[in-house]
T-cell receptor, first 112, second 114 residues
Framework: GNSVTQMEGPVTLSEEAFLTINCTYTATGYPSLFWYVQYPGEGLQLLLKATKADDKGSNKGFEATYRKETTSFHLEKGSVQVSDSAVYFCALRDSGYSTLTFGKGTMLLVSP | NAGVTQTPKFQVLKTGQSMTLQCAQDMNHNSMYWYRQDPGMGLRLIYYSASEGTTDKGEVPNGYNVSRLNKREFSLRLESAAPSQTSVYFC?????????????FGPGTRLTVL
């Protein structure tokens, strides 16, 4: 079946540090890959997505590249801000399925 | 354009009580979903509705029922609440069944079962 594995958190960084959150996946078909972000007390919102191999999704300074050869979709940002503190979820949706499969989430804490 | 709305935001139940969580979307989306979020577990799909008039079980459907009332509304019912159903519940919607679709989430309902 499908699965998503994320690095466990919390990830604690100082403002302006470089961020990487690792995400690897297992899928039976050709999935689309997503990063969702959840700010405290809120629902999830899409951060970025990539729908085919070698695509790069980007938004708000965050980037992730769909690597089929390593089955990975790592999230990166060059300089984090305190306002980036949130929980980040990697997810996939396989071409043969109607629903999303989520990773367990990675909490990011950024201090001034 | 409110997006996805959920009611109530908070609820406390006693074991054995019943309740219905309401969800509505104003984006004319065809597909709707119910998830639960538990610490360290990510989000798990309870039920989904690929289109009006259809519903299907997700990963954790036991103890829940759903109704796709119309294209806008998708409700989740707990017939006899149990402490194991203490969780945060999210409703989501997407335009169609295409696997590239983005799902849009509501703000959540925090449910405690005593």
């Amino acid at each position: 079946g499908n699965s998503v594995t994320q690095m466990e958190g919390p990830v604690t960084l100082s403002e302006e540090a470089f961020l990487t959150i690792n995400c690897t996946y297992t899928a039976t078909g050709y999935p689309s890959l997503f990063w969702y972000v959840q700010y405290p007390g809120e629902g999830l919102q899409l951060l970025l997505k990539a729908t085919k191999a070698d695509d790069k999704g980007s938004n708000k300074g965050f980037e992730a590249t769909y690597r089929k050869e390593t089955t990975s979709f790592h999230l990166e940002k060059g300089s984090v801000q305190v306002s980036d503190s949130a929980v980040y979820f990697c997810a996939l949706r396989d071409s043969g399925y109607s629903t999303l499969t989520f990773g367990k989430g990675t909490m990011l804490l950024v201090s001034p | 354009n409110a997006g996805v709305t959920q009611t109530p935001k908070f609820q406390v139940l006693k074991t054995g009580q019943s309740m219905t969580l309401q969800c509505a979307q104003d984006m004319n989306h065809n597909s709707m979903y119910w998830y639960r979020q538990d610490p360290g577990m990510g989000l798990r799909l309870i039920y989904y509705s690929a289109s009006e008039g259809t519903t299907d079980k997700g990963e954790v459907p036991n103890g829940y029922n759903v109704s796709r009332l119309n294209k806008r509304e998708f409700s989740l019912r707990l017939e006899s609440a149990a402490p194991s159903q203490t969780s945060v519940y999210f409703c989501a919607s997407s335009e169609a069944g295409d696997y590239t679709d983005t799902q849009y989430f509501g703000p959540g309902t925090r449910l405690t079962v005593l």
